[in-house]
T-cell receptor, first 114, second 109 residues
Framework: SQTIHQWPATLVQPVGSPLSLECTVE??????LYWYRQAAGRGLQLLFY??????ISSEVPQNLSASRPQDRQFILSSKKLLLSDSGFYLC?????????????FGPGTRLTVL | KNEVEQSPQNLTAQEGEFITINCSYS?????LHWLQQHPGGGIVSLFM???GKKKHGRLIATINIQEKHSSLHITASHPRDSAVYIC???????????FGTGTRLQVFP
Protein backbone atom coordinates (compact mmCIF):
# COMPACT_ATOMS: atom_id res chain seq x y z
CA SER A 1 0.00 0.00 0.00
CA GLN A 2 1.04 3.58 -0.54
CA THR A 3 2.15 5.86 2.27
CA ILE A 4 3.33 9.43 2.40
CA HIS A 5 5.66 10.84 5.03
CA GLN A 6 6.48 14.40 5.99
CA TRP A 7 8.97 15.75 8.46
CA PRO A 8 9.37 17.45 10.70
CA ALA A 9 5.85 17.47 12.15
CA THR A 10 6.34 20.86 13.78
CA LEU A 11 8.98 23.52 13.39
CA VAL A 12 9.65 26.90 14.98
CA GLN A 13 12.15 29.03 13.14
CA PRO A 14 13.35 32.65 13.45
CA VAL A 15 12.80 35.15 10.65
CA GLY A 16 15.65 35.03 8.18
CA SER A 17 16.61 31.42 8.87
CA PRO A 18 16.61 28.74 6.15
CA LEU A 19 13.95 26.06 5.75
CA SER A 20 13.88 22.52 4.45
CA LEU A 21 10.75 20.35 4.63
CA GLU A 22 10.84 16.87 3.22
CA CYS A 23 8.14 14.66 1.78
CA THR A 24 8.56 11.06 0.65
CA VAL A 25 6.09 8.66 -0.89
CA GLU A 26 6.27 4.87 -0.69
CA UNK A 27 4.51 2.19 -2.66
CA UNK A 28 4.02 4.02 -5.95
CA UNK A 29 6.13 5.12 -8.90
CA UNK A 30 6.13 8.33 -10.92
CA UNK A 31 3.56 10.12 -8.77
CA UNK A 32 2.45 13.69 -9.24
CA LEU A 33 3.60 15.54 -6.13
CA TYR A 34 2.21 18.70 -4.59
CA TRP A 35 3.09 21.18 -1.85
CA TYR A 36 0.19 23.07 -0.27
CA ARG A 37 0.10 25.72 2.43
CA GLN A 38 -2.77 26.36 4.77
CA ALA A 39 -2.47 29.74 6.46
CA ALA A 40 -4.51 30.43 9.59
CA GLY A 41 -8.19 30.88 8.72
CA ARG A 42 -7.63 30.27 5.02
CA GLY A 43 -8.07 27.42 2.60
CA LEU A 44 -5.31 25.25 1.19
CA GLN A 45 -3.23 26.96 -1.46
CA LEU A 46 -1.20 25.05 -4.03
CA LEU A 47 2.42 26.18 -3.92
CA PHE A 48 4.28 23.74 -6.17
CA TYR A 49 3.44 20.88 -8.45
CA UNK A 50 5.75 18.26 -9.94
CA UNK A 51 5.14 15.62 -12.60
CA UNK A 52 8.65 14.14 -12.48
CA UNK A 53 12.23 14.38 -11.25
CA UNK A 54 13.51 17.92 -11.65
CA UNK A 55 10.18 19.17 -13.01
CA ILE A 56 8.67 21.83 -10.78
CA SER A 57 5.80 24.21 -11.47
CA SER A 58 5.36 27.19 -9.18
CA GLU A 59 1.79 28.31 -8.69
CA VAL A 60 2.29 31.53 -6.75
CA PRO A 61 5.23 33.94 -6.47
CA GLN A 62 6.74 33.62 -3.04
CA ASN A 63 9.74 33.22 -0.84
CA LEU A 64 9.84 29.44 -1.21
CA SER A 65 11.27 26.94 -3.69
CA ALA A 66 10.80 23.24 -4.30
CA SER A 67 12.95 20.45 -5.63
CA ARG A 68 12.42 16.85 -6.61
CA PRO A 69 15.81 15.11 -6.51
CA GLN A 70 14.31 11.62 -6.62
CA ASP A 71 11.10 10.16 -8.00
CA ARG A 72 9.38 9.90 -4.63
CA GLN A 73 11.03 12.76 -2.78
CA PHE A 74 9.77 16.34 -2.75
CA ILE A 75 11.52 19.09 -0.80
CA LEU A 76 10.26 22.54 0.11
CA SER A 77 12.93 25.12 0.88
CA SER A 78 13.58 28.72 1.70
CA LYS A 79 16.84 30.63 2.06
CA LYS A 80 15.35 33.24 4.40
CA LEU A 81 12.02 32.74 6.13
CA LEU A 82 9.49 35.53 6.48
CA LEU A 83 6.81 35.88 9.15
CA SER A 84 4.21 35.32 6.43
CA ASP A 85 5.65 31.87 5.74
CA SER A 86 4.04 30.57 8.93
CA GLY A 87 1.37 27.98 8.27
CA PHE A 88 0.58 24.34 7.86
CA TYR A 89 2.37 22.71 4.94
CA LEU A 90 0.94 19.64 3.32
CA CYS A 91 2.47 17.35 0.74
CA UNK A 92 0.22 15.25 -1.47
CA UNK A 93 0.53 12.75 -4.29
CA UNK A 94 -1.64 11.43 -7.07
CA UNK A 95 -1.16 8.99 -9.92
CA UNK A 96 0.81 10.51 -12.76
CA UNK A 97 -1.08 11.03 -15.97
CA UNK A 98 -4.55 10.34 -14.66
CA UNK A 99 -6.58 13.49 -14.29
CA UNK A 100 -9.34 11.82 -12.37
CA UNK A 101 -7.56 10.24 -9.45
CA UNK A 102 -7.83 11.60 -5.97
CA UNK A 103 -4.95 13.17 -4.13
CA UNK A 104 -3.57 11.64 -0.95
CA PHE A 105 -2.21 13.93 1.72
CA GLY A 106 0.66 13.62 4.13
CA PRO A 107 0.37 14.39 7.86
CA GLY A 108 1.64 17.95 7.40
CA THR A 109 4.25 20.20 8.98
CA ARG A 110 3.20 23.09 11.18
CA LEU A 111 5.69 25.92 10.71
CA THR A 112 5.84 28.92 13.01
CA VAL A 113 8.16 31.75 12.06
CA LEU A 114 8.97 34.12 14.92
CA LYS B 1 -15.00 36.07 -4.49
CA ASN B 2 -13.48 32.63 -3.99
CA GLU B 3 -13.97 30.09 -6.74
CA VAL B 4 -15.10 27.56 -4.12
CA GLU B 5 -17.43 28.68 -1.34
CA GLN B 6 -18.53 26.60 1.60
CA SER B 7 -21.34 27.14 4.07
CA PRO B 8 -21.64 27.31 6.93
CA GLN B 9 -18.16 28.24 8.10
CA ASN B 10 -18.87 26.86 11.55
CA LEU B 11 -21.43 24.32 12.63
CA THR B 12 -22.31 22.86 16.01
CA ALA B 13 -24.63 19.93 16.51
CA GLN B 14 -25.86 17.54 19.15
CA GLU B 15 -24.97 13.90 18.81
CA GLY B 16 -27.45 12.13 16.55
CA GLU B 17 -28.38 15.16 14.46
CA PHE B 18 -28.41 15.13 10.66
CA ILE B 19 -25.80 17.51 9.28
CA THR B 20 -25.48 19.18 5.90
CA ILE B 21 -22.46 21.10 4.62
CA ASN B 22 -22.73 22.93 1.31
CA CYS B 23 -20.21 23.75 -1.40
CA SER B 24 -20.72 26.02 -4.41
CA TYR B 25 -18.19 26.62 -7.14
CA SER B 26 -17.93 29.00 -10.05
CA UNK B 27 -15.58 27.17 -12.44
CA UNK B 28 -15.95 24.22 -14.77
CA UNK B 29 -14.85 21.06 -13.04
CA UNK B 30 -13.95 17.47 -13.78
CA UNK B 31 -14.38 16.29 -10.19
CA LEU B 32 -15.20 17.48 -6.70
CA HIS B 33 -13.57 16.23 -3.52
CA TRP B 34 -14.72 16.23 0.06
CA LEU B 35 -11.89 16.07 2.57
CA GLN B 36 -11.82 15.78 6.34
CA GLN B 37 -9.13 17.54 8.37
CA HIS B 38 -8.70 16.45 11.95
CA PRO B 39 -7.54 18.76 14.76
CA GLY B 40 -3.96 17.59 14.34
CA GLY B 41 -4.03 18.75 10.74
CA GLY B 42 -4.02 15.45 8.88
CA ILE B 43 -6.30 15.31 5.87
CA VAL B 44 -8.31 12.33 4.73
CA SER B 45 -10.10 12.09 1.42
CA LEU B 46 -13.77 11.22 1.96
CA PHE B 47 -15.24 11.36 -1.52
CA MET B 48 -14.36 12.16 -5.09
CA UNK B 49 -17.38 12.57 -7.35
CA UNK B 50 -18.25 14.01 -10.72
CA UNK B 51 -21.98 13.29 -10.79
CA GLY B 52 -24.85 11.98 -8.71
CA LYS B 53 -24.35 10.67 -5.24
CA LYS B 54 -21.93 8.56 -3.19
CA LYS B 55 -22.35 6.98 0.23
CA HIS B 56 -19.80 5.67 2.72
CA GLY B 57 -21.31 4.55 5.98
CA ARG B 58 -23.01 7.57 7.58
CA LEU B 59 -21.60 9.99 5.01
CA ILE B 60 -23.38 10.93 1.81
CA ALA B 61 -22.10 13.30 -0.86
CA THR B 62 -24.18 14.67 -3.71
CA ILE B 63 -23.34 16.91 -6.62
CA ASN B 64 -25.45 18.89 -9.08
CA ILE B 65 -23.23 19.81 -12.02
CA GLN B 66 -25.80 22.14 -13.60
CA GLU B 67 -26.19 24.14 -10.40
CA LYS B 68 -22.46 23.89 -9.52
CA HIS B 69 -23.30 22.75 -6.04
CA SER B 70 -22.42 19.84 -3.79
CA SER B 71 -23.55 18.79 -0.34
CA LEU B 72 -22.01 16.56 2.29
CA HIS B 73 -24.46 14.95 4.68
CA ILE B 74 -23.68 13.17 7.93
CA THR B 75 -26.44 11.03 9.39
CA ALA B 76 -26.60 10.20 13.10
CA SER B 77 -23.68 12.51 13.86
CA HIS B 78 -21.18 11.56 16.54
CA PRO B 79 -18.56 13.56 18.48
CA ARG B 80 -15.84 11.77 16.53
CA ASP B 81 -17.19 13.47 13.39
CA SER B 82 -15.88 16.77 14.79
CA ALA B 83 -13.40 18.06 12.23
CA VAL B 84 -13.00 20.58 9.43
CA TYR B 85 -14.66 19.46 6.22
CA ILE B 86 -13.12 20.84 3.04
CA CYS B 87 -14.57 20.95 -0.44
CA UNK B 88 -12.12 21.02 -3.35
CA UNK B 89 -12.70 21.05 -7.09
CA UNK B 90 -10.52 19.86 -9.93
CA UNK B 91 -10.69 21.94 -13.06
CA UNK B 92 -11.05 20.51 -16.53
CA UNK B 93 -7.88 18.92 -18.00
CA UNK B 94 -5.84 19.61 -14.90
CA UNK B 95 -4.70 17.66 -11.89
CA UNK B 96 -4.76 20.70 -9.63
CA UNK B 97 -7.32 21.33 -6.91
CA UNK B 98 -8.97 24.55 -5.78
CA PHE B 99 -10.00 24.43 -2.15
CA GLY B 100 -12.77 25.98 -0.12
CA THR B 101 -11.89 27.43 3.26
CA GLY B 102 -13.60 24.60 5.12
CA THR B 103 -16.48 24.09 7.52
CA ARG B 104 -15.61 23.52 11.15
CA LEU B 105 -18.00 20.98 12.67
CA GLN B 106 -18.32 20.30 16.37
CA VAL B 107 -20.62 17.55 17.54
CA PHE B 108 -21.41 17.53 21.25
CA PRO B 109 -22.51 14.45 23.21
Amino acid sequence: SQTIHQWPATLVQPVGSPLSLECTVEGTSNPNLYWYRQAAGRGLQLLFYSVGIGQISSEVPQNLSASRPQDRQFILSSKKLLLSDSGFYLCAWSVLGDFYNEQFFGPGTRLTVL
Amino acid sequence: KNEVEQSPQNLTAQEGEFITINCSYSVGISALHWLQQHPGGGIVSLFMLSSGKKKHGRLIATINIQEKHSSLHITASHPRDSAVYICAVRGVNTDKLIFGTGTRLQVFP
